[in-house]
């Protein structure tokens, strides 16, 4: 019997020298991204062995989020915090410099990725020409010249540099993740960022970056296809947040308000709205998931247009979590009222 009794002491005290050695305390390191779709991409590559963490709450628009002190308050030991930048995060670049002041990495992806050239928020119906930059078409927007477009790209290791202010800030579209070939860049800085956090997981992520590249891949491939030989090639939105899309598509933007939704359009602007949509043919006004309907629903009675959905993805809500939705099945959801709405030539 007490032979029994040191056996299983034995064994207890094996169990606690190995739950409390050094080597299982342990703990695998942090990395905070500011926003959903960064997030998305961040999980699904290294979410197998780091501790992945959105900082902007599901269902709350982040051009004007502002986080309190208890929201940033893991950013001061993280081993790594990846962000946007052009003004995006108002707060981001505190949090970057929470990150760097003690030690850890810091990532602005539009140092990064090819960006496009945002020219202002006007409503005057001329359109202007836009140079596609992924496929050659004839992309319209109105809010760019694509002529001018200026690309930023840097070595994806490159971290924060606090002496260096945001300049992009006003003159660069921040709705990065809305270009399938950013979203490859970005998975391409992630996984270089995991392998030197986590050396040992590099075959994994690795492996999970292709199948991510793979995924965006079948979802340009989808847009291309879904989106050619079509009746219009106008989509009227709640804020110029889908200039990257139609760019790439061969689409022309009007928008309600600019790169953020916070700004609330004039009457003018308004009026204009409606007469664009009455003499442009477009049968159909887009709602963005996070954004208040009032004004669209305004336009959409006063010009007689149906209203669909197409999401930013710029965070999930509830009910998208509760249903399994992310960003690669919204951005299939957008395709098919995108092709509802502009049509196909028969």
Not at 175 to 198: G, R, S, Y
Not at 242 to 247: E, K
Not at 284 to 290: D, G, K, S
Request: aromatic letters at 8%; charged letters at 30%; a negative charge.
């Amino acid at each position: 019997m007490f032979q029994k009794i040191a056996v299983i002491m034995v064994l207890i005290v094996g169990v606690l020298l190995a739950l409390y050695s050094p080597l299982a305390a342990e703990s695998s390191p942090e990395v905070y991204v500011s926003i959903y779709p960064i997030y998305e991409i961040a999980e699904r590559i290294g979410g197998e062995r780091l501790e992945i963490h959105q900082v902007v709450p599901d269902g709350v628009e982040p051009h004007g989020y502002e986080p309190v002190p208890r929201d940033v308050a893991g950013l001061e030991g993280a081993a790594a915090f990846v962000y946007v930048g052009l003004g995006l995060e108002a707060w981001g670049e505190r949090g970057a410099r929470i990150v760097a002041e003690q030690g850890g990495r810091v990532i602005k992806l539009s140092d990064h990725v090819e960006l496009r050239e945002y020219r202002g928020h006007h409503h005057d119906n001329q359109e202007e020409d836009s140079h596609d930059q992924h496929n050659g078409g004839d992309g319209y927007s109105q809010h760019i010249n694509e002529d001018e477009h200026d690309t930023h790209e840097k070595d994806s290791h490159q971290d924060h540099n606090e002496d260096s202010p945001d300049h992009h800030h006003g003159e660069y579209d921040n709705h990065i993740w809305l270009d399938f070939e950013n979203m490859k860049i970005t998975a391409e800085i992630l996984t270089d960022l995991f392998i030197d956090l986590e050396p040992e997981g590099e075959e994994e992520f690795v492996a999970a970056r292709d199948e991510v590249q793979h995924k965006l891949a079948e979802l340009d491939a989808a847009y291309r296809e879904g989106l050619e030989d079509l009746k219009h090639d106008t989509i009227i939105v709640s804020h110029a947040a889908f200039g990257y899309l139609a760019d790439s598509y061969g689409l022309k933007q009007i928008a309600v308000t600019g790169i953020s939704p916070e700004e609330e359009p004039s009457s003018r602007v308004i009026a204009d709205l409606i007469e664009v949509a009455r003499t442009s043919g477009v049968n159909y006004i887009f709602l963005e998931t996070l954004a208040s309907p009032r004004t669209v629903e305004v336009i959409a009675e006063e010009a007689g247009l149906e209203i669909l959905t197409l999401n930013p993805v710029e965070g999930l809500r509830a009910e998208d979590r509760e249903q399994g939705r992310d960003y690669f099945s919204i951005m299939y959801s957008n395709l098919e009222n995108l092709k509802q709405a502009l049509g196909k030539n028969r």
